[in-house]
Nanobody
Framework: VDLIDSGGGLVQAGGSLRLSCKAS????????LGWFRQAPGKEREFVAA????????YYTDSVKGRFTISRDLAKNSMYLQMNSLKPEDTAVYYC????????????????????WGQGSQVTVSS
């Protein structure tokens, strides 16, 4: 499956952005899905994940209550709705897909994901 990220940009603190990730080549519901981010000079970190069945989600603590991961099977796409953005959310955001070994698990380790988008820059100004 090929993944194309879009939707990044520059926003003021407190604002919102929605990242999109369009899949092609395979149905997105074949995969467990996740979002990761990498800030300058830092390791890539987990942000959010949704399981193969699309009913279980998991978030890193710093984005809980502000970010929402979702998918739209009809559009073969996944999304990350980001609200109440903070300057520390500034990073390149990557969508990822994994051939699931377990249909109920949400995967938080980037080493487990086989397919990646190219990344979208999100910059939050203070």
């Amino acid at each position: 499956v090929d993944l194309i990220d879009s939707g990044g940009g520059l926003v003021q603190a407190g604002g919102s952005l929605r990242l999109s990730c369009k899949a092609s080549g395979q149905p997105i519901n074949n995969y467990a899905l996740g979002w990761f981010r990498q800030a300058p000079g830092k390791e890539r970190e987990f942000v959010a994940a949704i399981n193969w069945g699309g009913v279980r989600t998991y978030y890193t603590d710093s984005v809980k209550g502000r970010f929402t991961i979702s998918r739209d099977l009809a559009k073969n796409s996944m999304y990350l709705q980001m609200n109440s953005l903070k300057p520390e959310d500034t990073a390149v955001y990557y969508c990822a897909a994994k051939d699931p070994l377990d249909i109920v698990v949400t995967y938080t380790d980037d080493r487990e994901y086989e397919h990646w988008g190219q990344g979208s820059q999100v910059t939050v100004s203070s």
